[in-house]
T-cell receptor, first 114, second 112 residues
Framework: DAGITQSPRHKVTETGTPVTLRCHQT?????MYWYRQDPGHGLRLIHY???????DKGEVSDGYSVSRSKTEDFLLTLESATSSQTSVYFC?????????????FGEGSWLTVV | KQEVTQIPAALSVPEGENLVLNCSFT??????LQWFRQDPGKGLTSLLL?????REQTSGRLNASLDKSSGRSTLYIAASQPGDSATYLC???????????FGKGTKLTVNP
């Protein structure tokens, strides 16, 4: 199994509060991703990183920010959580999908915004 | 914009059947296509990766084919088992980038 750790694994928070999810990898892969998975929508990319301090937006980036200060850590922040951000969040890593490398997923972080 | 569609959304079969899952994508300018398995409450696990220059890949009872020009891929599962019950997803890159676009998956149930 790829060395990916997501924390926290489960969190309940109130509307309007900030929330940070952490993804930690031990594989030294270049690319790191945050996806959310919702019924009826499948997996959608929020943000991804292609190196330290290098990030780009995905399909559903509004309301989210990310940071990558070290190769091994990729943080996802909800500045002011809303009920629409209740979801399962998956971190993923890859050396490069366009170069034929697979992508590895973490176990997920379940976030409930009440 | 790359879009990925998987048909059917759900499939229930008796144990021992051979079955085919379908995946289609709108932009054929891809580097590769990947198939994943997801068990309930878990992350995705990579099953097969087919590079655009390849026509198929095999792993055990799984065989994935790719027709890049028509924007289609199939995942063939031979002699299905109850342990194969899971959701199967396919994914391709968006516009040749490092961003993967996923289908919504096919939920497979194999009945003993």
């Amino acid at each position: 199994d790829a060395g990916i750790t997501q924390s926290p694994r489960h969190k309940v928070t109130e509307t309007g509060t900030p929330v940070t999810l952490r993804c930690h990898q031990t594989e030294n892969h270049r690319y790191m991703y945050w996806y959310r998975q919702d019924p009826g929508h499948g997996l959608r990319l929020i943000h991804y990183s292609y190196g330290v301090k290098d990030t780009d937006k995905g399909e559903v980036s509004d309301g989210y920010s990310v940071s990558r200060s070290k190769t091994e850590d990729f943080l996802l922040t909800l500045e002011s959580a809303t009920s629409s951000q209740t979801s399962v969040y998956f971190c993923a890593i890859s050396e490069s999908v366009t170069s034929g490398n697979t992508i590895y997923f973490g176990e997920g972080s379940w976030l409930t915004v009440v | 914009k790359q879009e990925v569609t998987q048909i059917p959304a759900a499939l229930s079969v008796p144990e021992g059947e051979n079955l085919v899952l379908n995946c289609s994508f709108t932009d054929s300018a891809i580097y590769n296509l990947q198939w994943f398995r997801q068990d309930p409450g878990k992350g995705l696990t990579s099953l097969l990766l087919i590079q655009s220059s390849q026509r198929e890949q095999t792993s055990g009872r799984l065989n994935a084919s790719l027709d890049k020009s028509s924007g289609r891929s199939t995942l063939y599962i031979a002699a299905s088992q109850p342990g194969d019950s899971a959701t199967y997803l396919c994914a391709v890159e968006a516009g040749g980038s490092e961003k993967l676009v996923f289908g919504k998956g096919t939920k497979l149930t194999v009945n003993p």
